[in-house]
């Protein structure tokens, strides 16, 4: 089975705001969430399981540079019903030309993506209706899949491992999967996720920050 994944990209000024307190403050914020969103979604398109990825923001450089990596770029839906609302209306515009395709979300901010690790987490996903892979912090979620037939249902934000496991959807259990749970929020995740080993557009940015902040990193 081959997957088609949404990722949502916020507007880049309003990206990572948690990262104002270490590394990524001001523009270096903005920076580093556009890399993460760049290596996630060309890791993601280099998985032999991802048929395709559709990327959903309103951020005219975001949705250019990913669109430029072979990312199709949708605009968030009329109304603003949130990430949840933008996920949705990512799936349904897939499923709107294939109403067969087994769709799933992925975070826009897992820098460390591998796509061997995806891949496996995939091939996991193929055994249920729904499910869904738990972050690296076990509070919130990084994949949420839904095979062919089966709604979307995202319920993200806060504590969306529990609400995840609560509506149904099985949880992926599988180890040796870090890259795909290792999103980033604070400059800790930034950290773990550099020593897992970033893709080129993070590491160039991380490099760039001021010594006195790349040193805590």
């Known amino acids: 089975m081959v997957w088609t994944l949404v990722v949502p990209v916020k507007p880049l000024s309003e990206a990572k705001s948690r990262l104002a307190g270490g590394p990524g403050r001001g523009p270096d914020r903005t920076a580093l969430a ?3 969103a760049q290596d996630t979604v060309a890791a993601a398109l280099s998985c032999h399981a991802v048929a395709g990825v559709v990327v959903v923001t309103d951020d005219p450089v975001a949705g250019e540079r990913l669109g430029a990596l072979g990312a199709r770029v949708l605009r968030e839906p009329a109304g603003g019903k949130g990430l949840n609302g933008a996920l949705a209306h990512g799936a349904r515009s897939v499923r709107a030309g294939r109403p067969g395709a087994a769709v799933a979300t992925l975070n826009a901010d897992l820098p460390a993506l591998r796509a061997v690790e995806l891949g496996r987490v995939l091939d996991s996903a193929e055994e249920f209706p ?3 892979l738990a972050d690296a ?3 919130g979620t ?10 979307l249902a995202p319920a993200f934000e806060g504590q969306s491992r529990n609400r995840h496991r609560a509506s149904g959807a099985h949880e992926i259990e599988l180890t040796d999967v870090e890259s795909v749970r290792r999103d980033v929020d604070t400059a ?6 550099l020593a897992l080993g970033v893709g080129p557009r993070t590491a ?3 490099a760039v920050l001021p010594q006195r902040v790349a040193d805590r990193t």
């Open 142 to 151: 990084t994949l949420l899949a839904a095979a062919p037939g089966m709604e």
């Open 204 to 206: 160039a940015a991380a």
């Open 188 to 193: 800790e995740d930034l950290r773990a996720a």
């Open 34 to 36: 556009l890399a993460f």
């Open 130 to 132: 729904r499910s869904f």
């Open 137 to 139: 912090a076990g509070i």
